[in-house]
């Protein structure tokens, strides 16, 4: 079990300069962070959980959405899980269904909880994931990073793993 709790999804690669997108327009008044879920993914909940404690230290300094990946011939309301519902409730996060991953594939992630912040002008600041493992909760070096970006400090890392299931291919899809 430990090993499959420390084991990273394929974390991509991210575009170093904001991608054009269909469904989110790049904020050039702060930054802008877009992090990838897959609604069935029980490691999720603790990446939601994280942002809730990034937006809880960083209120008003970044612009975030989560996109909830809907695999194509699923339901609307597929992506409507209790994850979902958990990212609703974060202030200043907007919450975004994604057909076919078409977002996801324009920002080069695989892995649910893939997570990526970007300065006002458009430039990759942080690509990676905001958990120390699988399903776990609590400090870490994605969220620690993306904080002192945020704070106009030095990132420790600006690439972390990600952990989570690939998002077009979780097991329980």
Not at 26 to 52: D, Q, R
Request: hydrophobic share 40%; net charge negative; charged share 15%.
């Amino acid at each position: 079990m430990m090993a499959y709790a420390n084991k990273a999804g394929d974390t991509g690669i991210a575009p170093t300069d904001w991608p054009i997108s269909n469904n989110i327009a790049h904020n050039s008044g702060k930054p802008t962070l877009v992090m990838f879920i897959h609604p069935k993914c029980p490691c999720s909940s603790a990446t939601i959980g994280e942002l809730a404690v990034l937006m809880a230290h960083c209120a008003g300094r970044v612009d975030a959405h989560v996109f909830f990946v809907r695999p194509a011939g699923m339901a609307v309301e597929w992506v409507k899980t209790d994850t979902w519902a958990e990212a609703m409730r974060i202030p200043g996060v907007t919450v975004q269904r994604d057909d076919n991953g078409e977002e996801a594939t324009r920002f080069g992630v695989k892995t649910s909880g893939d997570t990526a912040l970007y300065d006002t002008k458009g430039h990759l600041l942080f690509h990676g994931g905001i958990t120390a493992a699988r399903g776990h909760s609590g400090d870490n070096n994605g969220r620690d990073a993306i904080e002192a970006l945020l704070s106009n400090q030095p990132a420790p890392q600006t690439t972390t793993p990600v952990f989570g299931c690939s998002l077009f291919s979780c097991p329980k899809q």
